[in-house]
C-alpha cells in the first residue's frame, strides 16, 4: 500500500510539475516580451534626450547669433556717423590731432567688425543685385553702364554670408540718348 501511496504522489508531483512548466513558459515569454519592450522604450529615449540636447544647442547658437546680428545693426549708424564726420573734418582741413582721433575710433569699429565676420559690400562700380543693394534712384550717366551702381550712399554689410544690411545706392540708366536725329 505504500508503495501505492508512493507511487500516486510521485505522478501527482509530475502533474504538477507538467502544470508548472507551461505557466513560467508563458511567463517566461512574456517578460521576454516585456523586457524587449522596455529595451525599445529605452533607445527611444535616448535618442528623444540626443535629439533634444542637439536641438537646444543649435538653438542657443541662433540666438546667441541673432543677438550679435541685432547688436551690429544698431552700431551701423553710429559707424556711419563717424565716416561722415571724418570726411567732413577732411573736407574742413581739421586739426590733425582731430583726425587723427576719428581714424583711430574708425580704426577700432572695423577691428570689431571683423571679429564678428562682418565686411562691407562692395557697391561703386558693381552691377546692381537687389539681393545686396537697395537702389534709391535711377541718374544717366555717360561714364557709367546700366545697371551698375554708380553711388553709394549708405554702405551694405553682410555678416559672414548673411546680409546685415543692404547697400543703399544711385544705378546708372546708361547715357542720355538724343531725341533730335
Not at 86 to 108: I, N, Y
Request: aromatic share 6%; with cysteine; hydrophobic share 40%.
Amino acid at each position: 500500500m505504500s508503495e501505492e501511496k508512493n507511487e500516486n504522489v510521485e505522478a501527482g508531483e509530475e502533474a504538477r510539475e507538467e502544470e508548472v512548466l507551461p505557466d513560467t513558459e508563458v511567463i517566461e515569454e512574456a517578460s521576454a516580451v516585456e523586457e524587449e519592450s522596455l529595451r525599445d522604450q529605452f533607445v527611444r529615449l535616448q535618442a528623444d534626450f540626443a535629439n533634444f540636447r542637439n536641438r537646444t544647442q543649435r538653438e542657443r547658437v541662433e540666438l546667441y547669433q541673432r543677438a550679435n546680428e541685432d547688436l551690429l545693426l544698431e552700431l551701423l549708424p553710429v559707424l556711419d556717423h563717424f565716416e561722415l564726420g571724418l570726411e567732413t573734418a577732411r573736407k574742413q582741413e581739421a586739426d590733425a590731432a582731430v583726425l587723427e582721433g576719428f581714424s583711430l575710433v574708425l580704426d577700432q569699429f572695423a577691428s570689431l567688425l571683423e571679429r564678428f565676420k562682418v565686411t562691407p559690400i562692395e557697391a561703386v562700380g558693381a552691377v546692381f543685385d537687389p539681393h545686396v543693394h537697395e537702389a534709391l534712384t535711377h541718374m544717366p550717366s555717360e561714364e557709367v553702364a546700366e545697371g551698375v551702381c554708380m553711388n553709394e550712399v549708405r554702405k551694405g554689410y553682410r555678416m559672414g554670408e548673411k546680409l546685415l544690411r543692404a547697400a543703399q545706392v544711385v544705378v546708372s540708366s546708361g547715357a542720355t540718348v538724343e531725341g533730335g536725329e
